[in-house]
């Protein structure tokens, strides 16, 4: 049988199972695998456990691997979840392609303004909501039923396929980095290109390739003022508030524009050259179905050039939570003990972690001297995690462009993603290989936000270009 063909029943066959794969994705959405909550770690690992499972019935040979434990803010310890490594075949005249993903997830609670239960998927208009769909159960559970597929149709798999999915990411990956490393001259040493599909499009119908990421510095601003929360009747007027301290500290750091206060915090970005100028103008993108996805009026930027550069290539500061705030319904007269504050920076070329480190540390100091506070202020890098960027004329990119081109008819977008996957970049360095991102996800996916989901017509249209992008992959 011919390849066009054989992929014409495979690309059948994914549409005929579409139901198992809402099944399928249902399964894992139904696991609530939030790194970011400790009394959860448990469902992380049952989300390991049943990934793991599905592995072994599909044939993929799997090893845990321990990466020891993670140190909470309180001090105590629990242990890291398992990392999956997985081996797929081990044909030595076949490519080896190294598969990366995450099964943990972020926050999702019904009050945080979800219309559906967000562990529970739900189809609408076919579109599957709930936390994960997309980022990035989704995407990995694609993966392996592409394998499955194959298995089904009786046709051997083009190339040998390496996992390794772990349960931390959306926490900064804790503990990846040093597993990889131990694992450069054993699991990783054959290891010919490297794919993740962890990101989204660009807009809802074009697909894209992504040759870049921003890094990120997320950090813990502590600030303890009393032993006890306080009556501010009593109190009020006479104490130094946390509050008040860490409010001044956090309305110091980005202003209106966008632009992030901290001096120095520009010093190390990669000046803009014409030739990369040049390449925004080409990309689809509109600013308007951007706002209504965002659900904004404006933007800061109004030109699509502009913005763009502010998602890819310049740095942005957001701030996150208070945790210790009062934050329930109704008023509380209280004067909080102790609080934290939580931002990140998006890192870019040529930022280092440890200047954004030392400059936020800087900052905080500046700012407290003139607070004449005598409050304990601590200020602390929690996570941390490179930029990103890669060559897309590679063999790896032109390969995944002609898979897209076979199943959407469309060259697809070259373009650079705002957000960051931590371990992206050891990849690249513990394998010295290719790393390619190939996003399956549409723009308006809401990743992270409320309402999250994965289209229908972008999970089976994903499953098809992976599985012609391991064909391409194979005639390198
Ligand atoms: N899909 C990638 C993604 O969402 N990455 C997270 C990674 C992260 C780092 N720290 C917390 N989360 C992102 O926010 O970009
Ligand atoms: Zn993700
Ligand atoms: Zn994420």
């Known amino acids: 049988m011919s390849n066009e063909d054989f992929n014409k029943r495979l690309f059948k066959y994914f549409d005929d199972h579409q139901k198992d794969y809402i099944q399928r994705l249902g399964d894992a959405v139904r696991i609530p695998s939030v790194s970011a909550w400790p009394d959860h770690r448990s469902e992380v690992v049952r989300m390991v456990e049943w990934t793991k499972s599905l592995m072994e019935k599909l044939g993929v040979k799997v090893e845990l691997a321990d990466i020891g434990q993670q140190k909470l803010a309180d001090g105590t310890k629990i242990k890291l979840p398992d990392v999956i490594l997985g081996t797929y075949g081990n044909d030595k005249t076949k490519k080896n392609v190294l598969v990366y993903g995450h099964l943990d997830v972020q926050p999702a609670q019904v009050s945080d303004g979800w219309d ?29 039923n592409v394998i499955e597929a194959y298995q089904t149709l009786n046709e051997p798999f083009p190339v040998n396929v390496k996992f390794v999915l772990e349960s931390m990411e959306e926490y900064g990956s804790d503990g990846l980095e040093d597993l990889l490393k131990s694992l450069k001259n054993t699991f990783l040493s054959d290891v010919d290109y490297v794919v993740i599909s962890d990101s989204y ?30 009556h501010s009747g009593v109190f009020g007027g006479t104490v130094h508030e946390a509050m008040t301290d860490l409010i001044t500290i956090m309305s110091t750091l980005v202003d209106d524009q966008g632009r992030i206060l901290i001096n120095g915090m520009y010093d190390d970005v990669a000046p803009l050259s014409p030739a990369e100028e040049q390449l925004y103008s080409k990309i689809t993108f509109d600013v308007s179905t951007y706002c209504s996805e965002a659900g904004v009026k404006k933007t800061i930027q109004t030109e699509k050039e502009k913005i763009l550069m502010h998602r890819w290539r310049y740095p942005s500061l957001s701030l996150h939570g208070i945790q210790g705030a009062f934050d329930g319904c109704g008023c509380k007269t209280v004067i909080p003990r102790h609080v934290i504050g939580k931002f990140s920076i998006r890192i870019v070329p040529n930022m280092k972690i440890s200047t954004v480190e030392k400059l936020v540390e800087n900052h905080v100091k500046q700012i407290m001297k003139t607070r004449n506070s005598p409050n304990k202020v601590s200020i602390k890098l929690e996570h941390g995690g490179n930029y990103w960027v890669a060559d897309p004329n590679n063999p790896q990119y032109v390969a995944a462009r002609k898979a897209t ?28 290989k290719s790393v390619l991102l190939l996003p399956v996800g549409a723009s308006d996916d809401g990743a992270h936000s409320q309402n999250e989901k994965f289209d229908i ?8 270009v ?11």
């Open 201 to 230: 499009w660009l807009g809802k119908e074009k697909p894209c390739l992504q040759y870049g990421l921003r890094g990120i510095c997320y950090f813990f601003i502590d600030v303890e003022s009393s032993t006890k929360d306080l």
């Open 466 to 476: 992976m599985s012609v992008y391991f064909q391409e992959v194979a005639k390198l």
């Open 116 to 144: 559906t239960e967000p562990f529970v998927l739900t189809e609408k208009h076919g579109k599957l909501f709930g936390r994960g769909s997309t980022d990035d159960k989704g995407p990995v559970i694609s993966w392996l």
């Open 457 to 464: 017509s972008n999970y089976m249209n994903g499953m098809k």
């Open 405 to 432: 081109v076979a199943v959407h008819g469309i060259e697809p977008d070259l373009t650079r993603e705002g957000g960051s996957i931590p371990i992206t970049l050891t990849f690249q360095e513990q394998t010295g």
